[in-house]
């Protein structure tokens, strides 16, 4: 008997892409699934859309107050009855083999809490691929990497974030009733956070696989949160890591969250400055000076601008969707 998954899908006036997303997941060549869709207030056709379908598969909610995306998941995943629980974006799209692979994972591997690819497609508006991104180097030889959570903290001060959206994520239930939901204090990182706290009790398998396709256009969620926010997550999520890495490691893992990870929001902060967002610029300043020298920062940010600067006049292509390591 195949274990029943949850697919748990949050939509918020999502009628652009959330009939592409929803035909995605009923085209999945694993069959013994349910999509919970929380469709939390939205204001334009997406509850009209969501009534067209008749797939007994498909179980829609509409939550009597908005929730926001962390509360809408964390409702659908109180809905749900799956032994896996699935994440998902309302404007991304599955592969037909995504869940058939991860639940092979979670079956071949029962002692891991949850599961994600590090790979994934980039895709625009319209659907057209804008490139992809490539397993981490440590997967060349390994399609399913276990690790734990000391391995962990290593991969992630040398590549950034591994998990590239919600859309990535499958999840044991055993481990949800262990480690707790997506945790509502958070707006960005949640899918990042949960995956910590998961793997600080049970080990976590990476994918070299591309599962899905990630939609880049202007509306989606990352888009509408607040930077200096992002900024105020990351460095918390880096802090925590940190006590997991060597002794040894302090004087890299100090520079190497500088040269990336600061240097991530310093660009964040100039852009918003020159566009006249002084108020963002502002809060984003005022959060990496809390980790790192301004100064420091702005020596950074001219070498890396230099960098860029070199790398167009010799035609150099640069990664569409880059670990921190390429940037460096």
């Known amino acids: 008997m195949q274990p029943l998954v949850s697919v748990c899908m949050p939509v918020w006036n999502g009628q652009l892409y959330v009939a592409e997303a929803i035909d995605s997941i009923l085209r999945q060549t694993y069959g013994n699934f349910e999509l919970i869709v929380q469709n939390d207030q939205s204001t334009d056709a997406t509850a009209a859309i969501l009534e067209r379908y008749s797939d007994p598969r498909l179980r829609v909610e509409c939550n009597t107050r908005q929730l926001g995306q962390v509360g809408a998941v964390n409702r659908a995943i109180e809905r749900a009855s799956g032994h896996f629980l699935r994440f998902f974006s309302h404007d991304d799209r599955m592969l037909a083999h995504d869940l058939e692979t991860m639940v092979r994972c979670c079956v071949e591997h029962p002692e891991i809490g949850a599961c994600f690819s590090t790979c994934f497609r980039g895709i625009d508006e319209n659907g057209r691929v804008l490139a992809t991104r490539a397993p981490i180097s440590e997967q060349a030889n390994a399609p399913v990497l276990i690790i734990s959570i000391e391995t962990m903290a290593q991969l992630v001060y040398k590549y950034g974030g591994l998990v590239g959206s919600l859309s990535s994520l499958m999840v044991a239930r055993q481990a949800l009733e262990h480690c707790g939901a997506f945790n509502p204090q958070l707006e960005v990182h949640v899918d990042w956070e949960l ?41 918390a999520l880096l802090d925590e890591l940190a006590q997991h890495l ?67 006049l010799r035609h150099q292509s640069v990664p569409r969707f880059p670990y921190a390591c390429d940037q460096l």
């Open 195 to 235: 995956c910590q706290r998961i793997a600080t009790r049970y080990p976590i398998a990476l994918l070299a696989e591309e599962l899905c396709e990630i939609r880049v256009h202007a509306g989606q969620y990352t888009h509408r949160i607040d930077p200096a926010q992002g900024a105020r997550e990351t460095y």
């Open 246 to 312: 060597p002794p040894d490691s302090v004087v890299w893992r100090d520079a190497y969250r500088c040269r990336a990870h600061s240097l991530r929001y310093f660009r964040s902060a100039v852009r918003a400055l020159l566009r006249g967002h002084v108020g963002t610029a502002r809060a984003l300043f005022a959060e990496i000076a809390r980790h790192d020298h301004l100064a420091v920062m702005l020596r950074v940010y001219a070498l890396y601008v230099g960098r860029r600067l070199r790398q167009r």
